[in-house]
């Protein structure tokens, strides 16, 4: 629902403000369907904001507002007040009932739609729900009219109907009118338009009616379920109704727990087949379309609109159409209720992220939180890694990183993302981080951890400052750092100096630290080979490819050595390995090469 913002006060305060804005009230009466989902159990209010807001209103309008609560369950005398009178609604007694089903008979069968005595007291007491016989309930009107179709449509009485389906004694017996006029008499178009019009978590506008038929390719099936009384209209005929019970079973034949809090905040429910969810986004798909027809790219916040943007909203996240998002306007979703927006889009990102949806439609996803929250560090600084993975220019994956280490400057992780794509875009601007990090540093020195030092070092490098990357690296290595790019880089850096022992000597601390990593195995078997190691080396390389390494390092290093021994096919069998596991790059191509010419 669009959200409520309760004025502030107690309940008087709130009745004085009331009467102040609203001098001359209009009549009306206010009806609220499941209104026992505003009480706990009938004892107390579930949002006391509302109880209150709800006893300023009576208070405020007297009886200019008239409001009809349909519960399901009483509620407790102390919720009721006074001026309240309760009625309950039994249903059809059993005159009424007889004169109903008479009614309804198709012409020519009167005499066997005619119900009285034992027979009548049978059908009575089945559509109460009754299985005592000393004992009477009204019958239930909806249940009634199930069974007047269900035995019109297939030519029968109802009391044979009711003979077919006394077996179901596990179910209500409106629930197995219900299947039996889903299974047996609705057409399969018919079945699938009330399908979807289940789907709606409001009243089904009028001019969706059409719209619906075309998209989803189902001539006449709305008349079809219109003569059978599955649909109401309001006063006006601007919009229709599924009733219900008729909606919430019809949710659960498709796989919706019947929970009305999951309904309203989630999209499809989980284990679903794959055939199964392509029909319920189709369908979700086809709603989400009607509204955004109405909506027409619409900005100015009315509450027609507003209903408009927020079903459509729901239904473009249940269909995965999440690049359709952008469609709507923002001012629109934030109008509604920011706070559960933002809850939906989060939930439906994480699904995202888990069913590896496309880049682009995540991104979309981020943006509107982004701009929904503008604020939000995590949705920056996920929208600057996803952007990144897509493959976005450089100055757009900044912005989103500037913006999240603004949010949270004292977030490591932020300020490593913003050295990593400043570190990118070459020498000048890997100064710029580095002169940004000393003044970084002066505020919020919690941020600078192990791995935005090691981004310094690179930049460093960037900018033709190998020593002074080195020494910032033993710094961090003389300080106990567990980053195994500090040992790898410098061990990297001593290998290319020749200084072979002092190599093998920074892998070792590492190694003996637990911070070692295939990188570091591979720069070890580097350093055997250099230092004339060879057969080292080789063991070193195949213990990893054993192992199941994915660095084609180790294979391209073996195939070469194997290579310079004459070992031909074993050179050729580590390449196909390499193949195989799909990590081929361009040394192993080049291996490839250099193999095909000694052939």
Partial sequence: MIALCPPPGTVDEIADELRERYRQPQAIVVWVDKAHTWFNQGERWVDEELGKLFRALRKALGQRWRWVLELREKPSAALQGAGVMVLEVPGIDRTGLAEWLLASAPPGQEVHWRYSGDELKRLYQWLGNRRDEDRSQAANPLATRLLIEVATAQGSTPTEVLQRLLSRVEQRVDTALLADLYDSVLSAKERELLNTLALYRDAVPTDHIEKLEAALHLPNSWDGLERRCMLATDANGDRWFLHGFVAGWVRHRLGYPTADDFWMDSCLPDDLHYDQRQLLQRWHAAVAECWLKQLDGARR????????????????????????????????????????????????????????????????????ITQLDEYDHKAWRFLGESLRRAGATCERVQSCFERALQESPSFPPYLANLGHVLLSRGADVAQIFLDRLDQHRQKHAEAVNDHVLAIAAQCLIEIGQVAQASQLRCEQIKAGSRNPAFYNDEADYQLSLGQFDEALRLLDIAQQRGVADGYSVSIRATVLAKSGNEQA????????????????????????????????????????????LGIADGATRAMQAKLNKHR
């Fill in 537 to 580: 080396a080789s063991q070193l390389r195949c213990e990893q490819i054993e192992a199941g390494s994915r660095n084609p390092a180790f294979y391209t290093a073996e195939a070469d050595y194997q290579l310079s021994l004459g070992r031909f096919d074993e050179a050729q069998r580590l390449l196909n390995q390499v193949n195989h």
């Fill in 301 to 368: 916040i009315t509450r027609p609109n507003l209903l408009r943007a927020r079903e459509a909203f729901h239904h473009l996240l249940s269909a995965d159409r999440a690049d359709l998002l952008g469609t709507i306007a923002v001012e629109l979703l934030g109008g509604i209720d920011e706070g559960r927006m933002l809850r939906r889009l989060w939930e439906y990102h994480a699904t995202q992220r888990e069913r590896r949806l496309p880049l682009a439609e995540q991104i979309t996803v981020l943006e509107l």
